[in-house]
């Protein structure tokens, strides 16, 4: 367990309040920069990234708000849609999730139109959203009132997965749409078949409570979550249970996400503390982590698209972290013959 040499953020970004959510867009927004939303009490701030890794006339990084939103209530959970984009006409879209157990869908062309709708079905806290990737039809969303639902853009529920415990976490298959990947607060990870409703593979963590998972969607054969203090990665080809499984935080893990310009790349948070949390970013062919960081008060975390930085929100501020080769291959001279590789 890793508990200091935290690395100060590589960037940052001030924010006029506490951040409570922050994501990236998975989606190119095609043009050169990248969509980020940010939410905290009352608010989601639209803007878009662009870093001296993508280009070299930009000074570390250089961040653009296109719009503030009002939200009703703290924004709990966010989601992109895959047809925000900002070339052609302009539109952003995303969902969130607040405490009043309802999704609200956002759309908009940073302009005039501005609209959103209204979901209610759950009757608990909302954990996690996500969009059906490929064209953004249709919205998944796991609650503490053991469902997974499935949403349509006009707010109809076409489809109630009932569980056996909270719903932690929902990821969608990048190119089939009917897989579904759903991870339960009391260890149990598994994949649906959306056409039948079905489980089609189940995955079991030996642990609880499970707190954050995540598919690899570079390479879908990985599963990754957290659960107590530990991580854990499945090869869903080999076995039900975890091949890797290791210590991280001290104080519980709390989120838990792959790297999307490297599947051996994932990042895992802490739960927050009273005065920060912790940041880990891991690589598979390694057994300690190649990076550490903290932010005060941190909460969210979310990966570029293409590059191998990270970000999380903070107090009044986003911190990016951006994990360098060089960064791995010093984890690795240190580490020497102990140093494992489970590279896929």
């Known amino acids: 367990m890793q508990e200091d040499s ?35 009490n009352q608010y989601v ?63 908009s062309d940073l302009q005039d139109r501005h609209e959103v709708k209204v979901m209610e079905g759950h009757t608990s806290y909302i954990n996690h959203l996500v969009f059906e990737p490929t064209e953004g039809k249709q919205i998944a969303s796991v609650s503490d009132d053991h469902t997974c639902r499935v949403w349509d853009l006009d707010g109809n529920e076409n489809t109630t997965l009932r569980l056996r415990s909270p719903g932690i976490s929902v990821c969608w298959h990048p190119e089939e749409a009917f897989k579904l990947m759903v991870a339960e607060k009391k260890g149990t990870v ?13 995955l079991d963590c030996g ?6 998972a995540d598919w690899c969607l570079t390479n879908t054969i990985k599963v990754g979550a957290v659960a107590g203090n530990n991580w854990l990665i499945w090869d869903i080809t080999r076995s039900s249970y975890p091949q890797e499984k290791r210590p991280a935080h001290m104080d ?7 790297s999307r310009a490297n599947e051996n790349l994932f990042a895992t948070t802490g739960c927050p503390g009273k005065i920060c949390s912790q940041l880990l970013i891991h690589h598979l062919g390694h057994p300690q982590p190649v990076m550490i960081g903290s932010a005060a008060v941190g909460s969210g975390l979310s990966w570029h698209r293409t590059l191998p930085l990270c970000v999380i929100g903070g107090d009044r501020k986003l911190c990016f972290w951006l994990e360098l080769e060089q960064n791995v291959q010093q984890v690795a001279s240190v580490g020497g013959n102990s140093t494992r590789c489970w590279l896929l």
């Open 6 to 40: 935290s690395r100060s953020p590589t960037y940052t970004v001030p924010c006029e309040d506490y951040v409570h959510v922050v994501e990236f867009s998975p989606f190119s927004s095609g043009t050169p920069v990248s969509l980020l939303a940010y939410g905290g």
């Open 190 to 202: 598994r994949f649906y078949d959306l056409v039948t409703q079905q489980a089609i593979l189940s």
């Open 45 to 107: 701030v639209v803007g878009t990234c662009q870093f001296q890794e993508e280009d070299m006339d930009v000074e570390g990084v250089e961040f653009n708000v296109l719009r503030a939103f009002h939200h009703e209530l703290r924004v709990d959970a966010l989601a992109w849609s895959p047809e925000s984009r900002l070339d052609r006409i302009p539109t952003i879209r995303f969902c969130t999730a607040a405490a009043d157990r309802k999704l609200r869908l956002l759309t």
């Open 207 to 212: 642990q609880s409570p499970l707190m954050s």
């Open 252 to 258: 519980k893990a709390r989120l838990f996400k792959w």
